[in-house]
């Protein structure tokens, strides 16, 4: 007699859960000053972000709830990054203050109008907001190695015009899938 499996236990979901459980360690680590340690470990939880979805679209996985569990993962990992950031390298930061303020004040218009819209936070993975990952990711690790003040406006750059699409999306498709990819292709 076989098992009937269950659809939330798999590799996709598991990935996405790594990342999840592994941001505590790396708060760790950076407290230790372990930094050799903690740039393998944030190399290594980064690339789960991009490996949960290829994996569950490959083995045909996708669930909604793998979906949420990847956001929550995107959410925990990104805004710790950003922590990360400030900690690490402050001197790349100051200069973009401004602009880091702007992109806060996106991000938390769109978590108000998803509860009063939806009355629950949607976090979507639009092909803007990926971008930003990918750029958060390799801003993080580049500066480790020199200076990235440039980039890390980059970032909070296409965060802004990530979390100005979601806002639109929000006012003109209403609730979608965590999948979305863009404003002009709200089917996924």
Do not use: C
Not at 2 to 24: F, H
Not at 40 to 47: K, N
């Amino acid at each position: 007699m076989n098992p009937t499996p269950v659809p939330y236990i798999n590799l996709p979901n598991a990935l996405s859960l790594s990342r999840l459980l592994g941001v505590p360690f790396l708060f760790w680590l950076l407290g230790t000053g372990q930094l050799n340690a903690f740039l393998g470990l944030y190399i290594a939880l980064g690339l789960t972000d991009f490996l949960d979805g290829k994996a569950a679209r490959w083995l045909n996985q996708a669930t909604t709830f793998g979906a949420h569990l990847d956001s929550a993962a995107d959410f925990v990992f990104y805004l710790s990054s950003a922590w990360f950031f400030y900690v690490l390298f402050p001197d790349y930061i100051s200069p973009n203050l401004v602009y880091l303020q702007l992109l806060l004040g996106l991000f938390f218009s769109s978590i108000v109008l998803s509860l009063l819209k939806f009355r629950r936070v949607l976090f979507l993975h639009t092909w803007l907001s990926k971008l930003g990952g990918a750029a958060i990711f390799f801003a993080m690790i580049t500066s480790f190695f020199m200076d990235t003040t440039l980039v890390f406006r980059g970032v909070i750059l296409i965060y802004m015009l990530a979390f100005t699409e979601v806002i639109f999306i929000y006012f003109v498709h209403g609730e979608v899938h965590p999948d979305i990819r863009s404003f002009f292709r709200p089917r996924f």
